[in-house]
Every structure is written in C-alpha cells, then in structure tokens.
C-alpha cells in the first residue's frame, strides 16, 4: 500500500470556523485528490492535483480551496465550514495511469 | 441520472454461496476499477481492468466494453468479504474516476 496519512483523523467544529485536512503521502505519487463520502452519493471528486501547485476542481468544489506546495502534502481547507459539509473525507493518489491508493479518511463534523 | 449505475446497492448473502455484483457505465472509459471498503475501514483497491477478466483468490472481475457493463463475482463467500464494493470508470483525465454508490454486502454464517 501506498503510505498515505490522513490528519486529524476526527474533527468536529462549528459552522463558520475554518478547517484545514492534511494529506501525506510518501510514494512520489504525481496525481492527488479529494473526496467526500456521504450515504446515497458514493465518493465524490472536491479538487485534485496534478502536480506541485496545479490543482483543478472537482465536481463539488464548492466551499472548499485547496494547495499542494510540495509532492507529499496535499491541503483541503474550507473556509467557512457549513453542516452540509458534514462529511468523511478521502485523499487518495495515483503515480499516473493506474490504481488510486486511499488515505484512511477523516470523519468531520460541523455543529 | 449517474454516470456509474451499480446492482443490488444491498446483498445479503450465507457462506459459502456464489456472490454477483453488477456494474454498468454510460461514459466511455479506459479502465474500470473495482474497490473495496470495510465498515468504518479505509478502501482498496481489489481490480483494474480494460478487458476481458482477472482473478484474485476467490475474487473475479470481468468487463465487456462493447456492452458497457463490468461484474465483481466471489465465489465461496464468506463473512469476512462484508463489506461496501465499489466500481469505479477511469476516463483517462488526470487518473480521475467517476464512482458508483456501491453495494453493500453482507455475509453471514
């Protein structure tokens, strides 16, 4: 498995507050992305990366900014959290065309 | 209307019997992936595939391009395969995936 860690693993916060997960990886991996996981949607595309400072959005961008300044740190932040953010949240990675690897996910939730 | 459809989105299963899980796509694709994610567990990837089948243990996964539909088989099922199976349509963009909402399996002795 790709090393790929997630933090915080767990999160709860208020809505209006910003928040910031932090993706980790240690594969040289080129491509990463983000993903929400909510009951009846499956995992859905926020923002990816294909390399250092190239990201793109995805196809529930809104709210959510994103930066990778270095290969092995992919950051999410939302500005203003809301409880339709309320969500658990994926990164995952892929050296090119093939297999995504999943970090372990963090739950976040927004009072 | 998604782009990824999967069948049953519920399967409830005794050991040992054969297990089929059906995925279909409407955007063309390169490659089809088949994941796989525990309750409360992370996800990993069990299958990629473009054509034709592969075979992982228990686990068998085939795919026919022409008519747009993948299946995930498990054969002699067993409770530690509970779980949420996940296809996934690689479309060839920057290794973006379009996913499904997945089947939630059940095993039970």
């Known amino acids: 498995d790709a090393g790929i860690t997630q933090s915080p693993r767990h999160k709860v916060t208020e809505t209006g507050t910003p928040v910031t997960l932090r993706c980790h990886q240690t594969?040289?991996?080129?491509?990463m992305y983000w993903y929400r996981q909510d009951p009846g949607h499956g995992l859905r595309l926020i923002h990816y990366?294909?390399?250092?400072?190239?990201?793109d959005k995805g196809e529930v961008s809104d709210g959510y900014s994103v930066s990778r300044s270095k290969t092995e740190d992919f950051l999410l932040t939302l500005e203003s959290a809301t409880s339709s953010q309320t969500s658990v949240y994926f990164c995952?990675?892929?050296?090119?065309?093939?297999?995504?690897?999943f970090g372990p996910g963090t739950r976040l939730t927004v009072l | 209307k998604n782009e990824v459809e999967q069948s049953p989105q519920n399967l409830t299963a005794q050991e040992g019997e054969f297990i089929t899980i059906n995925c279909s796509y409407s955007?063309?694709?390169?490659?089809l992936h088949w994941l796989q994610q525990h309750p409360g567990g992370g996800i990993v990837s069990l299958f990629m595939?473009?054509?034709g089948k592969k075979k992982h243990g228990r686990l068998i996964a085939t795919i026919n391009i022409q008519e747009k539909h993948s299946s995930l088989h498990i054969t002699a099922s067993h409770p530690r395969d509970s779980a949420v199976y996940i296809c996934?349509?690689?479309?060839?963009?920057?290794?973006?995936?379009?996913f499904g909402t997945g089947t939630r399996l059940q095993v039970t002795l």
């Open positions: 955007v063309g694709i390169s490659a």
């Open positions: 996934a349509a690689y479309g060839g963009t920057a290794s973006k995936l379009t």
């Open positions: 595939l473009s054509s």
């Open positions: 594969e040289n991996h080129r491509y």
């Open positions: 995952a990675t892929a050296g090119g065309t093939d297999t995504q690897y």
């Open positions: 990366s294909y390399g250092v400072k190239d990201t």
